[in-house]
């Protein structure tokens, strides 16, 4: 049962839906694009070493990091509590539950009941918002979900407490402070900068477009790291698992990205930004005609140099536009 | 690239008529006909990693790590164990020296029933994919089988 007459919603990014629900739920009308490119949400990163299983690409920020810049730069109060004791932080949870409050927490969506078992996968990082309890389940809104969902209060300890890389420490979060009107025209240049710094200035070499290259660089060594074919299937698939389906909004959060600059276009009067929102819409269409690339590698094991050497190639295009882009964003708004 | 796909509704965001963008409920083309199609159908991971478990080349925490794709120093940090220490575990020789508790540990991780670290099915390598039902009692230790 909805104990707390929250409204759920499905949404591209687990996070920034999370996040944008609570606001919602408080008074405070804003889109989950907004909150996504406010928070600089919008990254990537190659990522190879010994604590993976094989090398991976990410194309969001850091879990948790959308949360707390809001939280900095919408002027909200969130409560957060942390709490290793699965027996306490299940206490706060039971205890904010029964006063009605929508209460995010973070979980191993492993343990996440209603997911399909081809799906299941460990990552600690994920985000869902308890609305209600009854008897043994919890009634939960996970914006990846479409309609609310039950989770039994068993799973819902294991995945408070799973351990490993961004263990959830049992960490829950509910608005305390959110401002009905806020001038989101500073928050939304803060936002540009950031992520436009992230993806062309820093100087790491597997982080932005740096790591765009490097994946490319990268993509045709694949092969040989491989056990076999089909282990190699499987992360090629992967790839288009990641652009496409977990939780981006379709190729990588870049169509989520256009729509931030489009309503940013809008609040700060800017046709450049209007114009940038549609040439990220097409690197977007172009991000997905690589994962729609790597599908088909993937699933009729097409693995010859000549089908790296093409995959390869589209991502340093990416490469390119994104880097021309972010640039020139960056220019705008400094 | 937009399809009606009950069984994976999504939220893309793309152009809408009056040329802003914004969010819609759908399902993708690339899920449907590959990712999901791909990922119900990876059969031969688990085929791959059965044929080593049954010739006694991996334990049956290394046939589980297989399947779920979960390199040695994910699994020890889940565990609470050191890397080496999983490593031997994944080898036949040494995964007699695995408590039934620490098995316990390793089956949360791998989402399965502890008694599934003991037995596997033929035909699919996973017991709860095919017609045993397993189902969970108040002692951790055991599960009804139907």
């Known amino acids: 049962m909805n104990t707390a007459n929250f409204e759920h919603k499905m949404a591209a990014h687990c996070e920034s839906g999370t996040v944008t629900g609570l606001l919602n739920y408080n008074g405070m009308q804003i889109s989950e694009p907004m909150v996504f490119g406010i928070s600089a949400g919008i990254f990537f990163a190659y990522l190879q070493g010994p604590k993976l299983p094989f090398p991976l690409f990410v194309h969001r920020s850091k879990p948790g990091s959308i949360r707390k810049k809001i939280r900095k730069r919408l002027d909200v109060a969130f409560k957060e509590i942390k709490n290793r004791d699965i027996d306490k932080a299940t206490h706060v949870l039971d205890t904010l539950i029964a006063r009605k409050i929508p209460t995010a927490v973070q979980v191993d969506m492993f343990y996440m009941d209603y997911i399909p078992q081809y799906m299941k996968v460990h990552f600690n990082g994920h985000y869902v918002t308890v609305v209600g309890k009854e008897n043994s389940t919890y009634t939960v809104s996970d914006c990846y979900y479409p309609q609310l969902a039950n989770i039994s209060i068993e799973s819902m300890r294991k995945a408070r407490s799973a351990r490993g890389d961004l263990a959830p420490r049992g960490l829950l979060f509910y608005a305390t402070v959110v401002p009905k009107e806020v001038d989101l025209a500073t928050p939304i240049r803060k936002g540009i900068k950031e992520a436009a710094r992230n993806m062309v200035k820093l100087p790491v070499p597997f982080i932005g477009v740096k790591g765009i290259r490097m994946f490319a660089r990268k993509i045709v060594d694949w092969p040989s790291l491989a056990r076999n074919e089909g282990h190699l299937s499987d992360q090629v698939m992967d790839i288009s698992a990641n652009l496409e389906d977990k939780g981006t909004g379709g190729a990588g959060f870049r169509f989520m990205y256009a729509s931030f600059l489009q309503e940013a276009a809008k609040i700060l009067n800017d046709t450049a930004l209007a114009d940038m929102a549609r040439q990220m819409m097409e690197n977007g269409d172009r991000w997905r005609e690589l994962s729609l690339h790597a599908a088909r590698m993937g699933k009729y094991h097409e693995f010859s140099k000549e089908k790296f050497k093409e995959l390869q190639d589209l991502i340093f295009a990416r490469a390119d536009t994104e880097e021309k882009l972010f640039s020139q964003l960056l220019k705008m708004i400094s | 690239m937009l399809v009606d796909y009950e069984g994976h509704q999504m939220t893309v965001y793309v152009e809408k008529e009056n040329g802003t963008y914004g969010p819609t409920n759908t399902g993708s083309y690339l899920v449907k006909n590959y990712i999901d199609d791909f990922w119900k159908n990876r059969n031969y991971i ?101």
Request: aromatic residues 6%; proline residues 5%.
């Open chain 2, 46 to 146: 688990i085929k791959d990693a059965l044929k080593q478990l049954l010739n006694n080349e991996i334990s049956p925490v290394g046939f589980y790590m297989l399947i779920l794709n979960m390199a040695p120093a994910e699994v020890a940090s889940r565990v609470g164990i050191g890397t080496s220490q999983v490593k031997k575990h994944m080898k036949p020789d040494h995964f007699g020296k695995v408590t039934v508790g620490l098995a316990q540990k390793y089956a949360d991780i791998f989402g399965i029933p502890v008694a599934n670290i003991f037995q596997v099915s033929t035909e699919t390598g996973i017991i709860n994919q095919n017609s045993i039902q397993q189902e969970k009692t108040k002692n951790p230790f055991i599960v009804t089988v139907k």
